[in-house]
């Protein structure tokens, strides 16, 4: 199982792992550097040496012998046929004009050799090469320890500098942790924190929204699911004490036919609340991809020669040029279809009238006046709530009509409201923007 570290702790390590590579690798060069240089050293030491051997090879070829300092230090005189005129003790091999590295007895030799001008004679000195070597692994040798330091010293570096780079985010951590509004109350100097601030704060907040709907979501369904219970409850009481009658009872035929006529008539208030509340779904589940460009005069037509097929007696006219909007073509068919019935079913109206304005506002006004009884004042408002009825409303309806034409308002960005008509009766006015989406984004 893998231990979980901070951010601090991990900058750390990294910090550590880059000046371990950084000074492994100069460690490496600097070494080799110093050993190179150290072997340089000794080479210029033992052609020092042989300048001076070298013009006087003839005194000092026979003393050599004296030498008894064992491996120490060596000279070899040889001549140019490779036969030995002199040496120490310790004797060189027959080498080439120039510095070389020789083992003698398992011991390392660095060697140089030159040859005596106007003679046959050819010199090697040599000093043992651990001489070298000492100095190398005692400079190299601090190279590590120097190394080592550095890492250290970067190391706890990373760990100071890394808790400030680090405090940005371990302070939005905890504004999180509190659910402080405002995450980004001023910049924090560090790019990454600022934009990782700026989109927690942005998802917390879509998060938030998401919940608060859910919650109202929720709300209104229990709301809903029980008006819906209650308005459904009373028909279909009313249908099951009918039923009873029909079986039990013994009825005239003027009777039974009254009764059968009862059970219709809350049949058709069953359907048709049903189908109003799955328009009242299917608007709620509406998104920007379910809108389309559309005519509102063509929706206007028709809707007015629907409601003369089901009118015949009334007048159903259309005043208006092509007026483009963006929207829900069903939702807009369902807004001017609901608006013309209203008028004619609860209103009992003979005459409707749509208009349709484009304001300079980016505005789209629907006008359907009737000549109807209107809408008491203190009523206009509340006609446009699910299953609120005007005191002169047909008791077969639904109760939603208004309703979804208030939705479907609302999910084009504008409003739905009644004033007074000039035709006498009451004024549907639905505002609703040109190109807004559903809810008005």
């Given at each position: 199982?893998?231990?979980?570290?901070?951010?601090?702790?991990?900058?750390?390590?990294?910090?550590?792992?880059?000046?371990?590579?950084?000074?492994?690798?100069?460690?490496?060069?600097?070494?080799?550097?110093?050993?190179?240089?150290?072997?340089?050293?000794?080479?210029?030491?033992?052609?020092?040496?042989?300048?001076?051997?070298?013009?006087?090879?003839?005194?000092?070829?026979?003393?050599?012998?004296?030498?008894?300092?064992?491996?120490?230090?060596?000279?070899?005189?040889?001549?140019?046929?490779?036969?030995?005129?002199?040496?120490?003790?310790?004797?060189?091999?027959?080498?080439?004009?120039?510095?070389?590295?020789?083992?003698?007895?398992?011991?390392?030799?660095?060697?140089?050799?030159?040859?005596?001008?106007?003679?046959?004679?050819?010199?090697?000195?040599?000093?043992?090469?651990?001489?070298?070597?000492?100095?190398?692994?005692?400079?190299?040798?601090?190279?590590?320890?120097?190394?080592?330091?550095?890492?250290?010293?970067?190391?706890?570096?990373?760990?100071?500098?890394?808790?400030?780079?680090?405090?940005?985010?371990?302070?939005?951590?905890?504004?999180?942790?509190?659910?402080?509004?405002?995450?980004?109350?001023?910049?924090?100097?560090?790019?990454e924190a600022d934009a990782l601030a700026t989109a927690a704060e942005s998802m917390l907040r879509d998060v938030a929204?998401?919940?608060?709907?859910?919650?109202?979501?929720?709300?209104?369904?229990?709301?809903?699911?029980?008006?819906?219970?209650?308005?459904?409850?009373?028909?279909?009481?009313?249908?099951?004490?009918?039923?009873?009658?029909?079986?039990?009872?013994?009825?005239?035929?003027?009777?039974?036919?009254?009764?059968?006529?009862?059970?219709?008539?809350?049949?058709?208030?069953?359907?048709?609340?049903?189908?109003?509340?799955?328009?009242?779904?299917?608007?709620?589940?509406?998104?920007?991809?379910?809108?389309?460009?559309?005519?509102?005069?063509?929706?206007?037509?028709?809707?007015?020669q629907d409601a003369r097929r089901h009118f015949p007696d009334a007048a159903v006219t259309v005043h208006a040029e092509?007026?483009?909007?963006?929207?829900?073509?069903?939702?807009?068919?369902?807004?001017?279809?609901?608006?013309?019935?209203?008028?004619?079913?609860?209103?009992?109206?003979?005459?409707?009238?749509?208009?349709?304005?484009?304001?300079?506002?980016?505005?789209?006004?629907?006008?359907?006046?009737?000549?109807?009884?209107?809408?008491?004042?203190?009523?206009?408002?509340?006609?446009?709530?699910?299953?609120?009825?005007?005191?002169?409303a047909v008791k077969s309806g639904s109760g939603l009509g208004l309703a979804l034409v208030a939705q479907q308002a609302?999910?084009?960005?504008?409003?739905?409201?009644?004033?007074?008509?000039?035709?006498?009766?009451?004024?549907?006015?639905?505002?609703?923007?040109?190109?807004?989406?559903?809810?008005?984004?």
């Amino acid at each position: 199982m893998r231990l979980p570290l901070s951010l601090r702790t991990r900058v750390a390590v990294a910090t550590g792992l880059g000046a371990t590579i950084i000074v492994a690798a100069l460690g490496v060069l600097v070494a080799h550097a110093i050993a190179q240089n150290n072997l340089a050293q000794l080479d210029r030491r033992l052609e020092a040496a042989s300048s001076i051997f070298v013009p006087n090879a003839a005194i000092a070829g026979p003393f050599l012998g004296a030498f008894g300092d064992e491996g120490a230090f060596a000279v070899t005189i040889r001549d140019n046929g490779g036969g030995v005129r002199s040496s120490t003790p310790t004797r060189l091999p027959e080498l080439d004009n120039g510095a070389h590295t020789v083992r003698i007895d398992d011991i390392a030799f660095r060697t140089y050799t030159a040859t005596v001008p106007a003679t046959d004679f050819r010199i090697s000195i040599a000093v043992p090469f651990a001489e070298a070597q000492d100095v190398t692994s005692d400079q190299q040798q601090q190279v590590v320890i120097v190394g080592v330091l550095a890492v250290a010293a970067a190391s706890a570096l990373g760990w100071l500098f890394g808790g400030r780079a680090v405090r940005p985010l371990v302070d939005l951590t905890r504004r999180i942790a509190n659910r402080e509004p405002d995450l980004t109350p001023a910049s924090s100097g560090v790019r990454e924190a600022d934009a990782l601030a700026t989109a927690a704060e942005s998802m917390l907040r879509d998060v938030a929204d998401a919940q608060e709907a859910t919650t109202a979501a929720l709300a209104t369904a229990r709301d809903f699911a029980a008006v819906s219970a209650h308005e459904l409850r009373t028909p279909l009481t009313a249908m099951r004490t009918d039923i009873e009658v029909l079986s039990t009872l013994e009825l005239t035929e003027e009777q039974r036919t009254e009764i059968l006529a009862d059970l219709a008539r809350a049949q058709l208030r069953i359907e048709a609340t049903l189908s109003d509340l799955e328009r009242l779904a299917k608007g709620e589940l509406s998104t920007e991809k379910d809108f389309a460009n559309t005519d509102l005069r063509d929706i206007a037509d028709l809707a007015a020669q629907d409601a003369r097929r089901h009118f015949p007696d009334a007048a159903v006219t259309v005043h208006a040029e092509p007026v483009m909007v963006r929207g829900l073509p069903g939702g807009l068919r369902l807004t001017l279809d609901n608006a013309v019935s209203n008028a004619l079913r609860h209103g009992q109206a003979r005459t409707v009238e749509i208009r349709l304005h484009r304001g300079a506002d980016g505005m789209v006004t629907i006008l359907v006046d009737d000549d109807g009884h209107g809408i008491p004042d203190a009523e206009r408002a509340a006609v446009f709530e699910r299953f609120r009825r005007g005191s002169a409303a047909v008791k077969s309806g639904s109760g939603l009509g208004l309703a979804l034409v208030a939705q479907q308002a609302a999910l084009h960005g504008g409003r739905a409201y009644f004033t007074d008509s000039p035709l006498g009766g009451a004024r549907l006015v639905v505002e609703l923007p040109i190109a807004r989406g559903p809810n008005g984004n």
